[in-house]
């Protein structure tokens, strides 16, 4: 055996014996508790009419880099229809949330500008801080004094503040506000990633809700592939430098420069996706209504004491929400989380199984993602499935 094969064999062993086995299985037919389409709208008639009109006019990709022959009108348009909707000046679509997290990092960051990260930053915006060559720094989850005190006495010129608004995997929201006042006070950036809040709730994002569209220190990222049922990403900004910052962004990502265009199709169907919401605001607003409907259940369904685990002692906790579509349940160590998500396949549900590295250990999750399209009878019953496996594997305490 060759010295590659038998690596290969032996990280093969380690992740199973960790269950942190990952697969690739198609979840076509299942009942869906795991994906991030917020509001059904990735299989709408609507956003494929509009791919397919693009992909006719413009072809089926983009055949080069933006700043080569790859921008497209249909680009232009999204950049247009993603600022109205969120009350920002400025654009830059790129094509995926994560080469837009790695793209903004890279062009604000180097050694003369600390970023300052929260512990559950999503890997794409760690991902992004390492690559940019900056000093890094992290914080607490949430912690706003860990963030000033960083921002007070650092030694770099310029500092970055990295945050999710709402966390993909936990789903809490971050402190916006004190956030952002912290760094108008200190001469900081907060970027802001709104994968998880775009669409959700309120149509506009998190950053407009807390009225800070038009805040010059907060740029904003947020992935076209979530809410808003296509492919994409893209970097928003306010106020004065927005058209300085968007210039500087356009120029110097390498994930912008050295990356072939959003293809027309994608572009066109979440544009579509923009302009239902523009007309349809309200239809954001149904996925804290079946976010409401998941905890209560699940909260009647696990009442706090209980103690129905049988196998494993681990524990289960039903965090809530706060502002986005994600319900999180805690269930203790990543064999029991992928147990459960494997009996729940098995019973026709996709949950999502959160384990290290995208949870610090011991704290494995099930997580269940909401939708504005769930006919909620339907989710009630399927709820009832999920907390009965799930009280099979782990002790209930909240
Ligand atoms: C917080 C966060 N940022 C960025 C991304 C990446 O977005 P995309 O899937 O468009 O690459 C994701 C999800 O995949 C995410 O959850």
């Not at 094509?95 to 559950?120: F, H, K, M, R």
């Not at 907060?218 to 076209?224: R, S």
């Not at 999180?328 to 590295?357: K, Q």
Request: overall charge negative.
């Amino acid at each position: 055996m060759s010295a590659w094969q038998h690596w290969l064999l032996e990280r093969a062993r380690v992740r199973e014996v960790r269950g942190l086995a990952r697969a690739t299985d198609e979840a076509t037919g299942l009942y869906d508790l795991a994906s991030n389409d917020y509001l059904g709208l990735a299989r709408d008639p609507r956003l494929a009419e509009a791919a397919h009109r693009a992909t006719l006019r413009h072809g089926t990709g983009s055949s080069a880099s933006r700043v080569v022959t790859g921008t497209h009108p249909v680009h232009r348009e999204l950049e247009d229809g993603l600022c109205r909707l969120t009350g920002r000046d400025e654009a830059l679509v790129f094509s995926s949330g994560y080469l837009a997290n790695l793209g903004i990092l890279g062009a604000l960051g180097g050694p003369g500008t600390l970023l300052v990260l929260d512990e559950q930053a999503h890997a794409s915006l760690i991902d992004g801080a390492r690559l940019a060559r900056s000093p890094l720094a992290w914080t607490s989850h949430h912690s706003v004094k860990e963030t000033i005190d960083l921002l007070a006495s650092r030694s770099q010129p310029r500092a970055v503040v990295v945050v999710e608004s709402v966390y993909s995997v936990s789903g809490d929201a971050a402190p916006l506000d004190e956030l952002a006042a912290a760094c108008r006070r200190y001469d900081a950036l907060l970027l802001v990633d709104e994968a998880h809040s775009l669409g959700v709730g309120t149509a506009g994002g998190a950053v407009r809700a807390a009225s800070l569209a038009a805040d010059p220190s907060v740029v904003v990222t947020a992935t076209l592939s979530k809410a808003l049922g296509a492919q994409g990403g893209a970097v928003l900004f306010g106020g004065e430098p927005a058209g300085m910052l968007r210039t500087h962004l356009a120029s110097t990502a390498r994930s912008f420069i050295f990356d072939t265009a959003l293809a027309p199709g994608s572009a066109a169907a979440a544009g579509e996706a923009v302009r239902i919401l523009e007309e349809d605001p309200a239809l954001a607003g149904l996925v804290p209504e079946r976010v409401a409907l998941m905890t209560g259940t699940l909260g009647r369904l696990f009442p706090a004491g209980s103690s129905p685990g049988q196998r494993n002692q681990a524990e289960v906790e039903v965090i809530e929400s706060g502002a986005g579509a994600v319900v999180s349940l805690r269930v203790g160590s990543a064999e029991t989380a992928t147990m459960i998500a494997a009996e729940l396949r098995g019973a026709g549900i996709a949950v999502g199984c959160f384990r290290p590295p995208s949870v610090p250990d011991g704290i494995s999750r099930i997580r269940l993602t909401a939708r504005a399209t769930q006919h909620p009878e339907e989710l009630v019953e399927v709820l009832a499935t999920v907390a009965r496996t799930v009280s099979r594997h782990a002790r209930v305490t909240a």
